[in-house]
């Protein structure tokens, strides 16, 4: 009696144990991009029910904070069950080539989903040695946003070359307007990125990040040159504005232009209740017509973490159609799974998900996608020694020797 | 010496606590030097691997920091914590010691002053940087102060502005320390000779007028870099200044007036009776009295504003160059580039710089207590 008793409450607790079956998810998805992730959370314990889910989210935009928490964890043992990264080198540089991240090839062969997403994003996620993350959401950061009705008001139109751009410069100046608004050190990394794109196209950018193309060719230190010509464009109190300010100037009229990541796209729809098209404009970044310059969150699989089938799990919510058209839409970003549903999204995110099927795609730099950690976080010296200096081969040498030193492109 | 029970429990009592230093103060410490003088994080594929292969580098990561192309922030870095101690340290000082005079002449409600002018130093730092933050932004705060009588508001940009005054060659850096170092020595000399302490002076003298002379020759050639780089002040951190001032000069005031009520009034009435006037009495008195607690205002400040995080990380975050220090620099290139022992050679430059402030004051301190 007593011994099936005993065994009664070894079942039951061992049942219990199984209810009680977890996942730790590590994001920086707080305040504005939360609702997006509680939405794909409670997706997933309607599929997995007696699945525990811990949502950890340490707060700080493009995860300044959560990687440095991230980072301390993995190295005291003790990996999150999934955590968000930016596909690309971001991952591959920090944690693949750190040997702590498992190969998804066969999760990609099992869903079918090497014929799901763009063979351009595959190959950027990839490395010899497999595939090594599922992307949630695609970003485009090339994108310059206006004012419709205003521009009208000052006789202009959105420039199509940095060239055009300077020449409208001084007219928009004149307005008493400033041309194009611009926020802390990252956002003007930002517009250095697009910057770039627009004087070297889209090859010349990409070798840039092989090392095929040293940053001290005279082709690209040109790209500092008309860097320092349309920073002459921009607002003086720029160090000390976040980019949601730097997009508040655009709209309230006292700039022109803005240049910032789609996410502006989600804070003027959705916090200002703009209405797409009409309240903003928007188009590629001058000289970046046709060519996408993406940043994606994604997931991977790291290695030795204790609820791996959960993990899996959650892998193949976040990369399937339906999982990403729960996300996407509230988090205002397109999905990269080429059978998403645009119905559900508004006026931009169709237009730039067209964009996402048709144009040339480059990754960023400022978002994780085309370099390696230790550059991404020095590019931020360089552009201070532009700053300090203004001198176009100071910034080029630097950037140059951070590079060889820390092996870009290998 | 024999070890007696009493002995046995003193011993007992204190080993827990040297068990936990020992590991987690200067076990740490040993570790990070170690890390410094290793290529841990050179080589990405190696910072976060689970086993990296590190190998030994010496004091590569240090000439980097004071010599390195790259590195020119970490040197501007110091540049800004020299400046910012000097004024954090003179505005505490200033402000505390007014502070403490007039709360020293009998006013009313004394009680409620001091403790208005106590209460910022409750705050955390970051809670004062989050405040002065909202209050120096370029489009709010104090800059529209003047609007609200009617005047145009100040342009001034706190906290971002790009502005460096008194700027100098890092080349010049040992030149200048060698300069400085020679007139200290003859300042030495001069007090030593009319002390009486003729062989001391002579010393002192010899060594001045020969470090001098080397600064004013050999060590003009000197050059720590290739290329001339230009360090200087950054206006930017006037903002900080003032948060940090605003901050511990209450403290300061409180030292003080421990020490103004310290000061027996005998020697007071003394003095007036001598015929001293209010000023002479301060000047001759009271000031050479309140000299122990300057210096203990100064070992506190000092180490606290050579640390500085989470004030600037608060007020201007982490990114933003301008308002830099070398703190901040150790947790970016720690935390965010993966250099972990370029971070922990940065760490170990400022573990020096708060021990050259706090050992000697320790070492007096000590001595002094023994001697008693």
Redesign the interface.
């Known amino acids: 009696m007593l011994r099936r008793l005993l065994t009664l409450l070894a079942v039951a607790f061992l049942g219990l144990a199984a209810a009680q079956s977890q996942i730790e998810i590590f994001s920086w998805w707080a305040g504005d991009e939360g609702p997006a992730l509680e939405a794909l959370i409670e997706r997933y314990e309607e599929m997995y029910p007696g699945v525990e889910v811990i949502n950890a989210t340490v707060t700080g935009g493009s995860g ?1 904070n959560a ?2 928490v991230l ?2 964890r ?2 005291g043992g003790d990996p999150p069950d999934a955590f968000q990264v930016h596909a690309g080198q971001e991952l591959i ?3 693949v ?4 991240m498992e190969d998804l090839t066969f999760l990609y062969e099992e869903m079918g989903w090497f014929e799901k997403y763009p063979q351009g994003l595959i190959e950027a996620m990839s490395t010899e040695d497999g595939i090594w993350s599922v992307p949630v959401n695609i970003h485009r950061s090339n994108v310059l946003w206006y004012v419709p009705a205003n521009l009208e008001g000052w006789g202009i139109t959105a420039p199509d070359s940095w060239a055009e751009f300077l020449t409208i410069c001084p007219a928009i100046q004149a307005e008493g307007v400033t041309p194009l608004a611009v926020g ?3 956002t003007q990394q930002h517009l250095w990125e697009s910057v770039a794109l627009g004087v070297l196209g889209a090859d010349d950018y990409d070798k840039l990040w092989t090392a095929e193309l040293p940053f001290t060719d005279p082709k690209a230190m040109e790209v500092w040159d008309v860097f320092g010509e349309v920073l002459a464009c921009t607002n ?6 976040s980019w949601q300010q730097a997009t508040d100037m655009v709209v309230g009229g006292s700039a022109a232009f803005n240049i910032m990541g789609d996410w502006a796209a989600g804070y003027m729809s959705t916090t200002l209740g703009l209405e797409p098209g009409v309240g903003y404009g928007w188009a590629a970044s001058p000289g970046t017509d046709g060519v996408f310059m993406w940043l994606s969150d994604a997931f991977g699989l790291p290695q030795g973490i204790q609820n791996r089938e959960n993990t899996l799990n959650w892998l193949r919510l976040v990369g399937s159609a339906e999982g990403q058209d729960i996300f996407n839409p509230l988090k205002g970003s397109i999905a990269p799974h080429l059978e998403s549903d645009l119905s559900l999204y508004n006026a931009y995110l169709q237009s730039t998900a067209a964009d996402w099927q048709s144009n040339r795609v480059v990754g960023s730099l400022v978002h994780g996608a085309a370099a ?3 550059f991404m ?2 590019f ?2 360089v552009l ?2 532009y ?2 200096t203004g001198s176009a081969m100071n910034a080029a ?2 950037a140059q ?2 590079a060889t ?3 870009l492109g290998q | 010496m024999k070890l007696t029970r009493d002995r046995w429990t003193a011993i007992l009592m204190l080993l827990p606590s040297v068990v936990l230093i020992g590991v987690f103060v200067y076990g740490f410490i040993g570790q990070t030097a170690w890390t410094s003088f290793s290529d841990w994080g050179r080589v990405s594929s190696q910072a976060l691997a689970v086993n990296p292969e590190i190998e030994m580098v010496g004091w590569q990561n240090y000439r980097d920091l004071f010599t390195g192309f790259i590195d020119v922030r970490f040197r501007q870095d110091l540049v800004n914590t020299f400046f910012f101690t000097i004024f954090f340290l003179a505005g505490c000082l200033g402000l505390g010691l007014g502070l403490a005079f007039l709360l020293d002449q009998d006013v009313k409600g004394e009680g409620f002053f001091r403790t208005l002018f106590l209460f910022p130093m409750s705050l955390s730092f970051v809670v004062t940087g989050t405040i002065w933050r909202w209050m120096l932004q370029p489009r709010g705060g104090v800059n529209v102060l003047p609007t609200t009588v009617g005047l145009p508001a100040w342009e001034f940009r706190w906290l971002t502005d790009r502005t460096q005054i008194w700027r100098f060659d890092w080349n010049a850096l040992p030149g200048m320390t060698g300069l400085l170092v020679a007139a200290i020595l003859l300042v030495v000399a001069l007090s030593s000779w009319r002390g009486g302490r003729r062989l001391r002076a002579a010393v002192a003298l010899a060594s001045g007028v020969m470090l001098g002379a080397w600064a004013l020759t050999l060590g003009r050639s000197v050059a720590l870099l290739p290329f001339p780089e230009l360090h200087g002040f950054n206006i930017a951190f006037v903002g900080i200044i003032l948060a940090a001032v605003w901050q511990m000069s209450g403290y300061t005031m409180a030292l003080y007036l421990a020490g103004l009520r310290g000061i027996p009034s005998e020697l007071r009435e003394a003095a007036r009776v001598d015929g001293a006037n209010e000023i002479q009495l301060y000047r001759h008195v009271v000031l050479p009295l309140l000299q122990p607690i300057t210096l203990s205002a100064m070992i506190i400040l000092g180490h606290i504003s050579l640390k500085i995080f989470d004030l600037i990380f608060a007020m201007a975050g982490a990114d933003n160059a301008t308002t830099d220090v070398p703190a901040l620099l150790m947790y970016l290139t720690a935390f965010r580039a993966n250099q972990f022992s370029k971070g922990a050679a940065i760490a170990m430059v400022l573990l020096v710089m708060v021990a050259a402030v706090i050992v000697p004051y320790l070492w007096t301190s000590l001595r002094g207590e023994t001697r008693r």
Do not use: Y
């Open positions: 300044v990687r440095a980072k301390t993995m190295l540089g920090t944690w080539v750190a040997d702590r802390e050190n990252w003086d109190d720029a160090a000390g504005l390696k950690e230790a976080s020095d931020a010296t201070e020694i700053l300090a040498n630097a020797a951070i030193q820390v092996g």
